[in-house]
C-alpha cells in the first residue's frame, strides 16, 4: 500500500502564489513518476504537471510558465509551485504517484491522494 498526502492549499487572490506539498510513504521499491491533477466543479479531472524520476517533465498548456513541479527524490515528495494564480485555477488538486512496490514488474501501483482545495478569488 502507497499513501500520499497533500498539504498547502487554500484561498489567494488572483495574482498570488501558492505551493502544494504531497508525501508519499509506504511500499515504494522505485518511483516512476509522480503528478499534479485539479479538477474543477463540473469538470473531468485533468494532468497539470509530472515530473519523472528521470527528471523530465510535462505541464498542461494552461500553466505553463506559471506553475513549477520538483521533487525530492530521496524522501519521495513532490511540489508544485503554483505562481500568478487566476481565478480558473480553482480547483481540487490532487497528487499521483506511479511506481513500483517491489522489484518485480507486477508491482506496479498507482497511487491518488485525497486532495487539497485550491481558490482563487478574483
Not at 16 to 45: D, E, H, T
Not at 70 to 81: E, F, G, I, P
Not at 93 to 105: E, I, K
Amino acid at each position: 500500500q502507497v499513501q500520499l498526502v497533500e498539504s498547502g492549499g487554500g484561498l489567494v487572490q488572483a495574482g498570488g502564489s501558492l505551493r502544494l506539498s504531497c508525501a508519499a510513504s509506504g511500499s515504494i521499491f522505485s518511483m516512476v513518476a509522480m503528478s499534479w491533477y485539479r479538477q474543477a466543479p463540473g469538470k473531468q479531472r485533468e494532468l497539470v504537471a509530472t515530473r519523472t524520476s528521470g527528471h523530465s517533465t510535462e505541464y498542461a498548456d494552461s500553466v505553463k510558465g506559471r506553475f513549477t513541479i520538483s521533487r525530492d527524490n530521496a524522501k519521495n515528495l513532490v511540489y508544485l509551485q503554483m505562481t500568478s494564480l487566476a481565478p480558473e485555477d480553482t480547483a481540487v488538486y490532487y497528487c499521483n504517484a506511479r511506481g513500483y512496490s517491489t522489484h518485480y514488474s507486477n508491482s506496479l501501483f498507482d497511487a491518488w491522494g485525497q486532495g487539497t482545495q485550491v481558490t482563487v478569488s478574483s
